[in-house]
């Protein structure tokens, strides 16, 4: 009896183990190739003059800071945070917590010449980390852009046309969980969800969009 079950938890155990190698191997592979399109991608968008990548963990992504050619631009942030794909374990785990591949796009300015606005996904609020204390001093409204809802907060009437004139540069905005910038630390931030076939065209508006924070550019 005992030789019976302990030959059948073998069997198992080398079934978990062949199919985990398994998941192993065609995980890496596609997230490997998910960071190597998202690159080139990202590099036709920024074009940069100067770059610095770095690996986060295995397989998961990459954080980069690039110089551009722009005097109004300091430097350019991209943080590519994918799921565990190749993890047999942790995988099922990550979407019920990570949930989704995450681009964090970040444009340290010269200047921003509005007062701080963002669009946020509705389910993205508490997770925005946007301060309780400036949640209670921004002006709150529901808006449809791009046939999606999102929460927009401004701090006023020219920050709001501000913001949603950047927003109108998107071909569509389904992808899009956090647009905002913050004049304080001359900051411009989006975070995505990462799509091969989509990524292209959010970074070209949303590059597009840092021309619009500067209402006369440095010469």
Known sequence: MFANISYSMFLVLMLLAGFATFFFFRGRKLNLQLIIHYTRELEKVFMPIDKN????????????????????????ELTLALLPRHSFFYFPISLLTSKFDRLYLGIRMSRIDFEEAHIVDPKWLRHSGIEEEKLKILTNEKVMIGGKEFILLYMNKEAKERILKIAELFPETELIKHLCFVPETSYYFMLVVPKPEKIRKYAEAYYRGSELLVKTKPS
């Open 53 to 76: 990548y770095t690996i986060i963990s295995l397989y998961v992504g990459f954080k980069a800071m690039y110089k551009v050619d722009k005097l109004f631009i300091r430097k350019v």
